[in-house]
């Protein structure tokens, strides 16, 4: 089966730097995609990586490690506005996105 | 820079029946999809479409129709409503397969 793996909730501190992991299972893999919703609201499209290794963009970065079927997302110089859930979501073989629930992280002072 | 357009935003219906959620891109994506959200969950894919005449199913799509007649809208059709379809839809639309997909505000629709 298909299936994603993130931890439901992560707890930081303003300032500070996060790293959310992401294991997958898939039928095929044509990249991977991550993707930050706050509560309420729409998702919104932050990385893709499709080959191996870090994707760095502003205080944002994404590693792959496509043999490991594992991603992680870093954030870093934590913003109370980085408060929201992030989704990991692999593309499988027929380019279709398979979610997770994602991963609740709250920003503390 | 509208992007993708969702109406309505809120919607309250009785079990059984029926009614349309749109969907509208001014980005001229050939690619468009529905899905709905439940908490605590992932986004469930309900039906996608490659480009105008052309719509497959998602993963949920019982209960549920589409149509694609313009590159513009693709609209959601919901016959019979049942509790099990309150949700937050969402669409989204990309330009190809492997590229981000832009989601529209959301739909939130309770069965009651």
């Known amino acids: 089966g298909q299936n994603i793996d993130q931890p439901t909730e992560m707890t930081a501190t303003e300032g500070a730097i996060v790293q959310i992991n992401c294991t997958y299972q898939?039928?095929?893999?044509?990249?991977l995609f991550w993707y930050q919703q706050h509560a309420g609201e729409a998702p919104t499209f932050l990385s893709y990586n499709v080959l191996d290794g870090l994707e760095e963009k502003g205080r944002f970065s994404s590693f792959l490690s496509r043999s490991k079927g594992y991603s992680y997302l870093l954030l870093k110089e934590l913003q109370m506005k980085d408060s929201a859930s992030y989704l990991c979501?692999?593309?499988?073989?027929?380019?279709?996105?398979?979610w997770g629930a994602g991963t609740k992280l709250i920003i503390k002072p | 820079n509208a992007g993708v357009t969702q109406t309505p935003k809120f919607r309250i219906l009785k079990i059984g029946q029926s009614m349309t959620l749109q969907c509208t891109q001014d980005m001229n994506h050939n690619y468009m999809y529905w899905y709905r959200q439940d908490p605590g969950m992932g986004l469930k894919l309900i039906y996608y479409?490659?480009?105008?005449?052309?719509?497959d199913k998602g993963e949920v799509p019982n209960g549920y129709n589409v149509s694609r007649s313009t590159t513009e809208d693709f609209p959601l059709r919901l016959e019979l409503a049942a509790p099990s379809q309150t949700s937050v839809y969402f669409c989204?639309?990309?330009?190809?397969?492997?590229?981000?997909?832009?989601f529209g505000d959301g739909t939130r629709l309770s069965i009651l």
């Open positions: 479409s490659v480009g105008a005449g052309i719509t």
């Open positions: 979501a692999p593309m499988d073989s027929n380019y279709q996105l398979i």
């Open positions: 989204a639309s990309s330009q190809q397969e492997n590229q981000p997909q832009h």
């Open positions: 898939t039928s095929g893999f044509n990249g």
